[in-house]
């Protein structure tokens, strides 16, 4: 982020707007509305100003020259919109020698500030900027926000707004606050507002309130045990973003990213829990027992993984703990890292020419490599996903010849799959290992294994790739394969 979005308040204060076209009307139109006091320059004022001139009521005052210096004094906010660039650039100098923060027509290093494309459902200002970069995208977004957000949102807010000040008195802790609020707006009050009775949001607001003093104990929290997909933020459910944003406090995996932990509200306690192999954090155990304890608390726990939470991801063993005492929780799926590398690296898991089922298997158990269920995993027609595998690799390729698999068969390793650093990597089982040493191949990786590899040429949706042809035969025994 290279600027600081702020919402300034210029109620009462001095703007000066230098120009007579449609982009200073504009904004001697939006200044006006936030109740400034404002001054345009301009020798020859356009259609629209003098339509803004007509219209305003008091606040606005039209000059028909240039303006000089004396004319900052006292300024909060200089518009510089005159087409001529010197002008511009002499107004600018001006501004920052009277301490006034000023914006220059397609002048970005002249600037103190850029305006951005706004979304108005006041109390409600949606605001975007590309920070000159693409102010078209920023009229694209504005017009899919405009559809996307009814007028009844500004509505409600100004509604709910008349009981900030009984609600803070009522409800002094500020997370049980804040709860309350989610419930008001998200509830049966919201409900009934958006249905056009006012009347009855109201009663139900004060029956609540009613019920919340200051001596009321601590509600029992929630845990929410969500799945983050396999790394790009895009893939994540709705649901998933709504629980982000309800969480009080978050427990996170080292699979989740940035991008993805940024979603989350952003005044929520953030707890690192992630495990490599034989190096962890904080133990299972221990990560369960935490949940527990944060719910006690009366926290909304967010407990965020990567890929789903039930496919290798022990929740099941953590709701196992929430459920034994009396924790309520709330499971999100999240797509699983088969499902998502593939589809990204354009290998489909299934392909009625290649593979009528696919078995997901992880490699890595409490003590190193599984002992897998060999005849299951080498079954014909057959595409096998494994997960944390990359470190039992050679292990792996072992096996699947000790048990009769060619070599030949088709393996793709994809690294940092579904994110902008996504590696694909392909070749045979005979060849595989020597290639991710080569190409110095990390966790966390997810291995594929069968024909539907050489789809991948034809498939592939553009991510980096480390590529080679791939061939050989379908998963199957080499007694078999013909």
Not at 10 to 18: H, T
Not at 40 to 51: I, M, S, T, Y
Request: hydrophobic content about 45%; proline content about 5%; aromatic content about 4%.
């Amino acid at each position: 982020m290279d600027t600081l979005p702020i919402f300034l308040s210029v109620r009462g204060r001095q703007v000066l707007v230098d120009g007579g076209g449609p982009q200073a009307a504009r904004r001697a139109e939006r200044a006006l509305s936030a109740g400034a006091e404002v001054t345009v320059f301009a020798p020859e004022p356009g259609d629209d100003l003098l339509r803004l001139a007509e219209g305003a009521s008091l606040g606005l005052r039209i000059e028909r020259r240039v303006p000089v210096e004396a004319d900052l004094e006292g300024c909060l906010l200089v518009y510089a919109m005159s087409e001529d660039a010197a002008r511009n650039a002499l107004l600018a100098g001006w501004s920052q020698a009277h301490g006034a923060l000023c914006t220059v027509a397609d002048a970005p290093d002249l600037s103190d500030f850029a305006s951005p494309s706004i979304v108005d459902r006041s109390p409600i200002v949606v605001a975007i900027s590309t920070g000159g970069a693409a102010p078209v995208i920023a009229r694209i977004l504005r017009a899919k926000i405009e559809t996307m957000l009814s007028p009844l949102y500004g509505r409600l807010a100004a509604f709910v707004g008349g009981y900030r000040e009984r609600i803070a008195r009522a409800i002094p802790d500020t997370r049980a606050r804040r709860h309350f609020w989610e419930r008001m707006i998200d509830g049966p009050a919201g409900d009934l507002f958006a249905a056009g009775d006012a009347e009855g949001a109201a009663l139900r607001i004060e029956a609540d309130l009613a019920r919340s003093t200051v001596q009321q104990a601590p509600q029992q929290g929630e845990v929410y045990l969500v799945g983050a997909g396999p790394g790009d933020p895009d893939l994540l459910t709705f649901r998933a973003l709504r629980l982000m944003q309800r969480a009080d406090v978050v427990l996170y995996d080292r699979l989740i990213g940035d991008e993805i932990l940024s979603l989350v509200r952003r005044d929520a306690q953030r707890i690192y829990v992630g495990k490599l192999p034989k190096e962890h954090t904080m133990e299972q155990g221990d990560i369960s027992s935490l949940l527990v304890k944060l719910a006690k608390q009366g926290n909304r726990v967010l407990r965020l993984k990567g890929g789903d939470p039930f496919i290798f991801g022990r929740g099941g063993e953590e709701i196992e703990l929430l459920a034994e005492h009396g924790v309520p929780f709330k499971v999100v799926p999240g797509i699983t890292a088969a499902a998502g590398c593939g589809a990204y690296a354009g290998i489909p898991l299934t392909h009625r020419d290649h593979a009528q089922s696919c078995l997901f298997v992880t490699a890595h158990g409490r003590d190193g490599m599984l002992d897998l269920d060999w005849e299951t995993v080498i079954r014909k027609g057959q595409t096998v996903a494994v997960y944390m595998g990359l470190g039992n690799l050679p292990a792996l390729v072992e096996g699947f010849a000790r048990h009769g698999v060619s070599l030949k068969t088709d393996i793709a390793v994809i690294e940092k799959g579904t994110t902008p650093d996504q590696r694909v990597l392909t070749g045979t089982l005979e060849d595989i290992v020597a290639k991710v040493e080569a190409e110095g191949f990390e966790s966390p990786s997810m291995i594929i294994i069968g024909s539907v590899v050489r789809l991948r040429t034809r498939l592939a949706i553009g991510k980096r790739a480390v590529e080679e042809e791939p061939h050989g035969l379908s998963l199957s025994p080499t007694a078999e394969a013909g």
